[in-house]
């Protein structure tokens, strides 16, 4: 008997523990099947001792064959005795095991019931910690019958650490065991204002998973739920809440319109969040994302939101990261079509940028904006300042300045002249009859060699039918404008009917690039040699007789400062003399403008016409343009190689294309290349951070998991 | 709730399985089969979630081994993405700079860890220092446990 005890424990020196197993199975890859059914022998010589260490080692030996896929659950009963061992390590190996491989059909379950009420009130709260872990999961409707009531009273246990994992398994109870959830409800609730954060997620959590189950019952937390996701700044906590919601709004409506305020604080910390998101590659999805919530959105509000963020994000770093510009140029169309906007002109002043700097898209853009001028009447419904009528100002600049681009001048020119157009607000109609002289002297360009030589007398008369209209207008800019054309072209219509060909000189108005400008140009401006700004030009009329503009008008250094102090000390009757004399100046002079709509009568002569200057009215847009002109040329040659790029693509994707054609569904109106994939300029490096960058297929499994990671 | 997490090498060893719902060991085997097939067959840049069963799968690939969860239609992937993620930070914590091997030879401590961090499939607690704290302190009383024993008593001779 005695020698049989040596003899054991003798073999009991030898016994594998678990670093043994590992690496016995590890150095035996060939024969693993062999060599893993010698130690499952082994196993069960142990699991017969009577010592607990030994039959822990064992079992947890057990938990690692059961994760290599071995059937372990003849050894139930072994880990059942594990389990109520008396010693925090073999109970937890005992649980983990049985955490593992125990299920419904496992018979020896019951038994393990009156060992985990024993762990549950165990003074050590590592014991009941492990035995909840355990439970939850293999808990079956007769353990969590039986079990619930100890576990909603660890719901007010004094340490944080139980309340929150009896509350969590609370979950599992009820999904087993339904009727639990009654009594335990209240309890439940009370944990949602728990003092410890851990505790109040975890209940906020099992709440969320109820109320999602059944949102009926849960809508009474709401305003509990409201507080909490105000309060909290757990970003898991929020989530779930924020889930909770959208479960819970369907049946109350009057949350729905609660919930728009912080919501939207949310929302727009994430679109901020887009500003760093955005890239070449994403940016195309991205604002197709959006724009697909703009659709969606119901409110005002947000909707000029988001389309201000997508016009940031699309204009940030000077656009750098659209790389295809009719597409741009399409989605700003799109937004066009947005009721109710505020930020028309922010759309207008991207159209007109993007149309100036990028010449390539110019045919395309002038397309787009000929078309958006002939439905003019979908947009002339809303008058607000800056309301989405504002794009047709820059439509019709558009049309104007690159008219050679137009496909059908004559069109958009009448579609410009329409008495519809008075309606519009007084700035954009300026532009309108500006931008209609423009397309008319190209119009005439086109006719003038035709050979009916009719066509452009024709065009006149339409000008001159059309012009008086505007001649009468209210707005000031509006009035001149109108009344300095017409006149224009009823000369121009004398001279046709005299058979002269004018259309050459009527071009030279308009001859000349209008390139976007610094701020901060005029600045760099040198002073030309000899040119003293500070100086007076005339003598103040007290003291010079003549009008002495010679270019060499160099004062001496001193004569400015006695003029200026001699002007300060002239007294009350010189300034109304001098008034007097500046008012009989500007009534001779014919090039001042008068209050009064008399200038008529100033444009009579023709040689007058060459000096009229071509002014561009941007007072009210803001043009961004921190840039010089060396970005248009960076932009032209990008645009090129990209159009390049597309060239060669699109030769070999064609038979492709057609093939797909009958899948692709509705497209937006975009041109024809918004929904190929373009490749960016340069490869765009996508660094995935955990990865080292060597793909070898064996790694070793000495490599750390996070490399350069430190701990975030 | 996530119903079931894997750990398995690009080899198709597997490291680590904890399920969230009770099981049949046939059932278990199949499901694991299948998805190691299926998420090691995936190409680098192929996205991280995809559909099986009823069920979602979101999987990472950290040096040479694939995480990868099961959870509900209803779940956030993103977030699960953000647990998987969790989970390996505090693996790297405890076993300073883990790698896979740590997780071989030391599988049960890995368990204890997941049982910390994740309970019934939610999360426990989002605090990496408490979980951390609880698992020093349940590694404490296990030393404590183990106080000094003769050999002999080890082996149940005294």
New interface residues.
Partial sequence: MALKIVKGSIDRMFDKNLQDLVRGIRNHKEDEAKYISTCIDEIKQELKQDNIAVKANAVCKLTYLQMLGYDVSWAAFNIVEVMSSSKFTYKRIGYLAASQCFHESTDVIMLTTNQIRKDLSSPNQYDTGVALTGLSCFVTPDLARDLANDIMTLMSHTKPYIRKKAVLIMYKVFLKYPESLRPAFPRLKEKLEDPDPGVQSAAVNVICELARRNPKNYLSLAPLFFKLMTSSTNNWVLIKIIKLFGALTPLEPRLGKKLIEPLTNLIHRALDLLYGMVSKKNLMEIVKKLMLHVDKAEGTTYRDELLTKIIDICSQSNYQYITNFEWYISILVELTRLEGTRHGHLIASQMLDVAIRVKAIRIFAVAQMATLLDNAHLLTGNMQRNGICEVLYAAAWICGEFSEHLENPMQTLEAMLRPKVATLPGHIQAVYVQNAAKLFSTVLKSQEGSTEGTAAQETSQLMIDRLPLFVQSANLEVQERASCILQLVKYIQKLQQKEVEVAEEVSALFAGELNPVAPKAQKKVPVPEGLDLDAWINEPPSESESEDEQPKAIFAKEEPKHSRSRHTEVDEKELARRREARKQEQANNPFYIKASPSSQKVYQESPGVEHIPVVQIDLTVPLKVPGLPMSDQYLKLEEERRQKERADKKKKEKKKRKEKRSGRGRRHDSGPESEEDITPAHMVDIVTEEMPEEYHLNIEPQKSLIFERSQK | ?MRFMLLF???G????????T????RDK?KM?RDLMQIVLARK??MCSFLEWRDLKIVY??????YFCCAVEE?D?EL?TLEVIHRF??L???YFG?????DI??N??KA??IL??FL??G??????KK?VLK?IE??DL??EE??SPRSVLE????A
Avoid: H
């Fill in positions: 709730m090498s690009r080899q060893k597997l490291r680590l399985q904890k399920w969230y009770a099981t049949a060991e085997k694991v680098p840049k990472k690939r950290y040096a040479s081994l209803q956030n977030i390996v930070e693996l790297d914590k700079s883990v790698c896979e091997l071989i030879f599988f049960e368990y204890f049982d910390e309970m019934g939610e999360i426990q607690d989002t605090s408490s609880a302190q349940s009383l296990q446990d183990e080890e082996m149940g001779l």
